[in-house]
């Protein structure tokens, strides 16, 4: 007697099948090195980057993390050696892996996002980008995208009014406004439409 064969495939947009909707979430494995002793990328639906920015960070200044009674803090700062050297050296490294790649980009202004996504255009694995609007909008006096509806709209609208070639997505903020029909978490779905 044989198995039943279980379809786990998943869509991501509309042109991106995915063969499971398993996914690391963003910085929880670095950008896959330190996840590939453990499981083969390929296994994976997606495996979603530690957040890149358009130039190289160093991050926060020492201590960036704390123990609670609950678990632990960490305030890291996006942390990165910037979009060329993810482009250079990760992606070529995840492609050879056989890795389904969401690059998480981000900016400290809005039209840091677009350039970032922009570098992605045409590299191979990429199935899709998502914005990090849980950082500091520095242009705003450093308020985070996502605590505004009209900020966490920006950095995601330049997707509708120049498309790119992959699936767009958001990380967001838990200090996200309550829903409602300008809060942050529908702001993906008007960048998409176009609408305000």
């Known amino acids: 007697m044989t198995k039943p064969s279980i379809d786990m495939s998943a869509p991501l947009g509309a042109t991106v099948t995915l063969p499971n909707p398993v996914s690391t979430a ?3 494995a670095g950008n896959g090195r330190e996840l590939h002793p453990f499981v083969p990328l390929s296994a994976l639906g997606t495996i ?3 957040t890149v920015m358009p130039y190289a960070r160093s991050g926060r200044a020492t201590p960036r993390m704390a123990e609670t009674p609950s678990g632990m803090l960490n305030s890291i700062g996006l942390q990165g050696s910037g979009i060329d050297h ?4 990760e992606l070529p490294w995840l492609a050879e892996q056989g890795a389904r790649v969401l690059v998480s980009v981000a900016g400290e202004r809005t039209e840091e996002f677009a350039e970032a996504a922009a570098r992605l255009k045409g590299q191979p694995g990429v199935v899709g980008i998502e914005a990090n609007i849980s950082c500091p909008n520095v242009a705003d006096r450093g308020l985070v995208f996502a605590c505004d509806p009209a900020a966490s709209y920006e950095p995601i609208a330049p997707y ?9 997505s958001t990380r967001s903020s838990p200090r996200t406004s309550p829903r409602s029909s300008t809060s942050p978490p529908r702001a993906p779905r008007r960048a998409r439409t176009g609408s305000r």
Request: charged share 20%; proline share 16%; glycine share 6%.
């Open 26 to 28: 963003s910085g929880c």
């Open 48 to 50: 979603t980057t530690k």
């Open 86 to 89: 993810f482009v250079a050296h």
């Open 160 to 168: 509708a009014r120049r498309p790119i070639p992959r699936t767009p």
